[in-house]
């Protein structure tokens, strides 16, 4: 059976109707966008699209960059260096986001112990870890902001024979990078 014939009419009414279908499909793309539930997914968005930081407050409560020795790639063991600065300070001292993030991980395991993860700008992750304890409340998922308590300085993982202290490390797509230049260049 042959089509029939496109009368110019018919085309009109075909466009018109694509045309109110793509308009409500975006009006409900916009309004899910502005929802509760799309708030990480937007803050995922606005970190993909921001520079690394090429400063960083210190971590650490109370604690200045100058008390941080660079040991950024120093041997640990025989198959592994260290990926990150130590920042020794009293156990309990408070722990604090240095960018603004996501949560992307709290969890007790291997050699970090007690840890957190945090999403920062240009996708780079944030390492906290041998934690006393985490903040109270904190879960994944929850967005955070330079100064958000993470949790308390401590020893867990492969530090309990070491005076308390947070080992910051910073993960880009390249690898880890050191993180004590910038948080030098903040002061």
Not at 1 to 9: L, N, V
Not at 149 to 172: F, I, K, S, W
């Amino acid at each position: 059976m042959p089509d029939a014939p496109t009368t110019p009419a018919s085309s009109a009414r075909r466009l018109v109707l694509t045309l109110c279908t793509f308009a409500l499909l975006a009006c409900a793309a916009h309004w899910a966008w502005q929802q509760p539930f799309a708030v990480q997914a937007r803050m995922a968005w606005r970190l993909s699209r921001m520079p690394a930081p090429v400063t960083l407050p210190m971590p650490v409560d109370g604690v200045r960059p100058r008390q941080v020795a660079d040991t950024f790639g120093a041997p640990r063991g025989r198959d592994r260096t260290h990926a990150g600065v130590d920042i020794f300070a009293k156990a309990g001292t408070p722990v604090r986001a240095t960018t603004a993030g996501i949560v992307l991980a709290i969890r007790e395991s291997g050699l970090g112990g007690r840890q957190v993860w945090v999403l920062g700008p240009a996708s780079e992750r944030h390492y906290y870890a041998h934690l006393r304890d985490w903040a109270p409340g904190l879960t994944i998922g929850d967005i955070v902001m330079p100064g958000s308590l993470l949790g308390e300085v401590g020893n867990t993982g492969n530090a309990r024979t070491t005076p308390p202290h947070l080992h910051y490390g910073v993960y880009g797509t390249a690898g880890p990078r050191d993180p004590l230049p910038l948080l030098r260049a903040t002061q």
